[in-house]
């Protein structure tokens, strides 16, 4: 029999190793406990190394770094901006705050992430859209080089969201560095947290100027407060920082043991109906942020959702994510549905959305996916006992 964790086994949890503090004290006792300081400064030039670009600047969070992305590409109200399907809303909601209209683009099943063919359609379809923003969703790097030069052959800026894929490579090169104005998340729940806090990524300096100014409330070079531009208070603290300075040096080894659990998981579920979050391997190394499962088409037991609501009817030898997740959760342990697609949210109901497929991609891996517990610090006896609470939902 086996027992509920005692502990519960989480999805994806901030780990942190003692330096995170000594950087946050220094803060503390030199008095930068403001938005500006050495943390910030580091944490800059740190991600500028890492990522291999010119210019990074510390700001509260992924989300406020892809609303001033959005600015700087120069969305108006009325013009329509294509977005990934499948991923978290703070992709795409800062396209609205500005006014645009996102057009959802369907995913392809090599990566999950934005389909370069139904890119192309919705170029034919759009021909006036100047934006596109596409996201690595679970850390695994889309198929960036594609939709880079479908980007330049219609003259469009790109936004890259690599707020989950921090470390992950295409090609040998960074995530985040692909795009015009790229974003990536010190969120809680990512590779490396500072609590919260993000970044914009570019190689051009006028870009990175102008979000050092926005995010500081625009103002001028004059003696009193005078503004010319609308301004927003984004910028990253100093304490903040200095979590995010004491994380940096533990990356590589976060992507390491999320890797193993990718593996473990893999080979936990080699004679099961189901197949993990896929990636290319010659041509990609992901983060392995969150481990992902698909149960194959003809081992779905029937599954139903409503709006708010899932419910199954067991079937000998099949199984579903709702029932996967309820397992899960009954012994305590925390899956996660795949993050509902854009095209099928209430509030994005009316937008437009393009697909290659009969049945949409997204629309398919939201039906037979799930996300398991990817958290850094399980240990391996309690993964074991994940793998087996999965088997026993295909008995
Ligand atoms: C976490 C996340 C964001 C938002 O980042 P915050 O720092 O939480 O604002 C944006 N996009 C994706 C895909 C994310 O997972």
Not at 229 to 247: C, D, F, K, L, T
Not at 276 to 297: A, Q, R, T
């Amino acid at each position: 029999m086996i027992k509920p964790f005692e502990n519960k086994v989480w999805l994806a949890t901030p780990t942190m190793h003692g330096d995170e503090l000594t950087y946050m004290k220094e803060a503390y006792e030199t008095n930068w406990m403001s938005t500006i300081g050495a943390n910030i400064n580091e944490v800059e030039r740190l991600t500028c190394e890492y990522v291999g670009c010119k210019y990074a600047v510390g700001l509260s969070a992924g989300t406020a770094a892809l609303h001033l992305a959005v600015k700087l590409a120069g969305v108006k109200p009325g013009d329509k901006v294509f977005c990934s399907d499948m991923t978290f809303a703070a992709t795409v909601n800062p396209v609205v705050f500005e006014g645009g209209v996102p057009v959802f683009i369907d995913s392809e099943k090599d990566t999950w992430n934005m389909d370069p063919n139904a890119l192309e359609k919705a170029f034919s379809l759009y021909p006036d859209v100047k934006t596109v923003v596409m996201v690595h969703l679970y850390g695994t790097p889309a198929k960036i080089d594609a939709i880079r030069a479908i980007c330049d052959k219609y003259s469009a800026t790109l936004i890259e969201d690599a707020a989950e894929s921090m470390g992950a490579t295409y090609k040998g090169k960074q995530t985040g560095s692909f795009g015009n104005y790229n974003v990536i998340s010190f969120n809680g729940n990512k590779i490396i947290t500072g609590s919260s806090g993000g970044m914009l990524l570019t190689d051009d300096e006028a870009a990175a100027q102008k979000v050092r100014k926005w995010s500081t409330q625009s103002r001028e070079a004059a003696p009193w407060y005078q503004h010319e531009e609308m301004g927003y208070n984004y910028r990253m603290s100093n304490v903040i920082a200095g979590v995010v300075r004491g994380q940096y040096p533990y990356l590589d080894e976060h992507i390491a043991r999320k890797k193993a659990i990718y593996q473990r998981y893999k080979d936990g579920f080699k004679d099961l109906p189901v197949t993990m979050n896929p990636y290319i391997e010659n041509e990609m190394e992901p983060n392995f942020w969150l481990s992902c499962l698909l149960v194959d088409k003809d081992a779905m037991s029937k599954q139903t959702r409503t709006a708010t609501e899932a419910t199954f009817e067991k079937e000998a030898g099949k199984s579903c994510p709702t029932e996967i997740l309820e397992k899960l959760a009954a012994y305590n342990a925390e899956g996660r549905p795949i993050w509902k697609p854009m095209h099928m949210q209430p509030i994005y109901k009316d937008n437009g959305f393009v697909s290659c497929f009969d049945t949409p991609a997204c629309e398919d891996i939201f039906e037979r996916g799930l996300c398991l517990p990817s958290d850094i610090t399980m240990a391996e006896e309690e993964q074991d006992i994940v793998i087996e609470l999965i088997k026993s939902c295909f008995v």
